[in-house]
């Protein structure tokens, strides 16, 4: 709990830093909310030329996407700066995150803060919000517990991959190139039907790079649409379950990783 309350802290302080600057926050939030609107829009072209894809109409489409977005929203907001450790530990600014009595992880995403950030969620809502009432789903309270919870899972799967990738940064330096393939990829491939994939392709985002987890999979349970898995339909369930069980094996990696930090002397 103090860890968490330090965060809080801490992540105040960066926000009100940024926002003193209210022009700025305006037309990041325009740009960032254009740039997700050209991915739907694009994906709305395809799906009205083929007519839909794996089966899936454009709602359900755009529900998929909407889930995969605000979960990646969920990510960049208060963890944005997790995309950055290995310019962190090159100039040498984790040394003073050692010396402090605050976890240095979180020191590490509470460092500096990107107004941008905040239109992928607000993006993502838009879009999931939009997509909600086209596609035929009984809203009861499990469903909207468990979208929610689908939610939430996907940002930590999302999260504990980049951390993995960030973790490795404490031996090689440099791994920028690394965390870029990875958010380009949940970006290019994430927002549709893993169905649409061949099987190869299929087994890697679902058990090596884990990206089915983070839309596609809580997106069947909700449209009803499991029993096109080629998997078993109870690790489309447990999706959340699989979020935070990554996420603590990363933040596992992490602490096992930092050890090996070596100062850059600056």
Not at 34 to 43: D, H, K, P, R, T
Not at 89 to 115: H, I, K, M
Request: hydrophobic share 55%; proline share 3%.
């Amino acid at each position: 709990m103090r860890t968490l309350r330090m965060y809080f802290l801490l992540y105040g302080a960066a926000l009100r830093g940024q926002t003193q600057y209210r022009g700025n926050f305006v037309m990041m939030m325009f740009a960032g909310l254009a740039y997700q609107g050209v991915g739907l829009a694009f994906i709305w072209v395809l799906v009205g030329r083929f007519g839909g894809i794996a089966g899936w109409t454009l709602g359900q489409v755009a529900f998929l996407y909407g889930i995969r977005l605000t979960a990646h929203g969920l990510v960049t907001v208060p963890c944005a700066q997790i995309f950055s450790v290995d310019q962190i530990l090159r100039e040498g600014d984790f040394d003073r995150y050692l010396v402090r009595p605050v976890n240095p992880l979180v020191q590490v995403l509470t460092g500096s803060l990107s107004l941008q950030v905040f239109s992928d969620l607000l993006g993502g809502l838009i879009a999931l919000g939009a997509a909600m009432s086209t596609v035929r789903i009984d809203w009861s309270a499990g469903a909207l517990a468990f979208l929610v919870l689908a939610i939430v899972g996907g940002a930590m799967v999302e999260l504990a991959i980049v951390l993995a990738f960030a973790s490795l940064s404490f031996r090689l330096l440099s791994v920028r190139s690394l965390i870029l393939l990875s958010l380009t990829t949940m970006q290019n491939f994430g927002n549709y039907p893993i169905a649409v994939f061949p099987a190869a392709l299929r087994f890697v985002f679902t058990f090596l790079f884990p990206l089915a987890f983070i839309a596609y999979l809580p997106s069947t349970v909700l449209l009803h649409r499991t029993g096109e898995l080629s998997v078993s339909p109870v690790l489309a369930w447990g999706a959340p379950l699989v979020g935070v069980l990554l996420f603590a094996a990363a933040y596992r990696l992490w602490v096992r990783q930092s050890r090996h930090y070596a100062s850059s002397g600056h």
